[in-house]
């Protein structure tokens, strides 16, 4: 059974930097990348960007470009998404998701997410 | 950045019956690369199409997708008490990738 498990809910103070986790098993890690997506409180979805756990490549959405780093550790199976100079609207539920990215970009598509991550921004 | 407007905004129906849902995109995007997901209160995203119209792993036949260059649609041929959702499209054709901003199917 294919699983993402993500870390536990954070609160943070505006200014400060969130690191979320998302845990995979089930899978070989590194022939799949992990992509991060968000929703705010009552919110359509944000896509933030993606890390392919194959190769280390990302792709950020340029919203976030300066402001977030994603990682893989393909030891643990473990990708990070660290989120930095939080504002009160980054609060949100944030999601992993894999996708295979070693077969091209027909197979983009995000099969299987994380049951989400909630960020509160408040001073 | 492409743009995708779903319609219609909310969407109420009875079980039983056929739901429509539109996704119409700005621009062009590469050979169709467009999912829809299903989202219920408190839970991830769900994905039910790929490809425009191939169903993912495990979605029951009820759920079609159709459509190619900027027009899409998904229907649920009859629907089922526990089809009543949020759905949203997403395209993966180009960077950065985007969704719709979503269609409520509520029961009427």
């Known amino acids: 059974q294919v699983h993402l498990v993500q870390s536990g809910a954070e609160v943070k103070k505006p200014g400060a930097s969130v690191k979320v986790s998302c845990k995979a098993s089930g899978y070989t890690f590194s022939t799949y990348a992990i992509s991060w997506v968000r929703q705010a409180p009552g919110q359509g979805l944000e896509w933030m960007g ?50 295979s990215a070693a077969a091209g970009p027909s197979y983009y598509y995000m099969d299987v997410w994380g049951k989400g991550t909630t960020v509160t921004v408040s001073s | 950045e492409i743009v995708l407007t779903q319609s219609p905004g909310t969407l109420s129906l009875s079980p039983g019956e056929r739901a429509t849902l539109s996704c119409r995109a700005s621009q062009s995007f590469s050979s169709n690369y467009l999912a829809w997901y299903q989202q219920k209160p408190g839970q991830a995203p769900r994905l039910l199409i790929y490809g425009a119209s191939s169903r993912a792993t495990g979605i029951p036949d009820r759920f079609s997708g159709s459509g190619s260059g900027t027009d899409f649609t998904l229907t649920i041929s009859r629907l089922e008490p526990e089809d009543f959702a949020v759905f949203y499209c997403q395209q993966y054709g180009s960077s950065p990738w985007t969704f719709g901003q979503g269609t409520k199917v509520e029961i009427k």
């Open chain 1, 50 to 99: 993606w890390i392919s756990a194959y190769n280390g490549n990302t792709n950020y959405a340029q919203k976030f470009q300066g402001r977030v780093t994603m990682t893989a550790d393909t030891s643990t199976s473990t990708a990070y998404m660290e989120l930095r100079s939080l504002r009160s609207d980054d609060t949100a539920v944030y999601y992993c998701a894999r996708f």
